[in-house]
């Protein structure tokens, strides 16, 4: 069955460096999605992409993230200098529209634990 | 802005009906969700319901949804060790590619 991959599983960092995660979405989906949870709080929305722009961000989803879908494969998230409270995990997901747009499957990852120490 | 609420930790008995419920406040909501996480996993899309139903049945999963006070429930009939997880609710509105999730249940069951 196909699956959305991360990775690393665990990224440990220093505050101020700059990361990457990686996630390769399901091969035919079209939208891809990134999600944090804050360790015992909720799923929080960062950001959507479809079609190589975003089309949906949250106020979290500041001017040091960023997206990008450098080949047909991967999605990546960047964060350009990581501050402590970005320690959280990180959840890729994509989805596929051809439902005509009324009903969302998002199928997700396990997920990156991002450490900023 | 939109929210969802749940409450964070449930326990019952191998063969027990497990309810964990959630409060949505987004009355322009299409889709309310339920999704697992065991641990190591990402979130497993459980079942879901259309806003204009107010019951869904899926084998073990009874998802109750009352729209008037946005209030979600799910059902799981005989619980079993192997469902012992984190559930959380979650809801998407109309338009827009976001999802909205609660903080999650987590379901300890004792055999």
């Known amino acids: 069955e196909p699956e959305v991959t991360q990775t690393p599983s665990h990224q440990v960092t220093q505050m101020g460096q700059e990361v990457i995660l990686r996630c390769v979405p399901i091969?035919?989906?079209?939208?891809f999605y990134w999600y944090r949870q804050i360790l015992g709080q909720k799923v929080e929305f960062l950001v959507s992409?479809?079609?190589?722009?975003?089309?949906?961000k949250s106020e979290i989803f500041d001017d040091q993230f960023s997206v990008e879908r450098p080949d047909g494969s991967n999605f990546t998230l960047k964060i350009r200098s990581t501050k402590l409270e970005d320690s959280a995990m990180y959840f890729c997901?994509?989805?596929?529209?051809?439902?005509?747009?009324?009903?969302?499957?998002?199928?997700f990852g396990p997920g990156t634990r991002l450490t900023v120490l | 802005g939109e929210d969802v609420e749940q409450s964070l930790f449930l326990s019952v008995r191998e063969g027990d009906s497990s309810v964990i419920n959630c409060t949505y406040t987004?009355?322009?909501?299409?889709?309310l969700y339920w999704y697992k996480q065991e641990p190591g996993a990402g979130l497993q899309l459980l079942t879901y319901?259309?806003?204009?139903?107010d019951m869904k049945q899926d084998q073990r999963l009874t998802v109750l949804l009352n729209k008037k006070d946005k209030h979600l429930s799910l059902r799981i009939a005989d619980t079993q060790t192997g469902d012992s997880a984190i559930y959380f609710c979650?809801?998407?509105?109309?338009?827009?590619?976001?999802?909205?999730f609660g903080a999650g249940t987590r379901l300890f069951v004792k055999a």
């Open positions: 997901a994509s989805s596929d529209f051809r439902q005509g747009g009324t009903y969302n499957e998002q199928f």
């Open positions: 091969s035919n989906h079209l939208y």
């Open positions: 992409f479809y079609n190589n722009e975003i089309s949906e």
């Open positions: 987004d009355s322009s909501s299409t889709y």
């Open positions: 319901i259309f806003s204009n139903m």
């Open positions: 979650a809801e998407k509105g109309t338009g827009g590619f976001k999802t909205i």
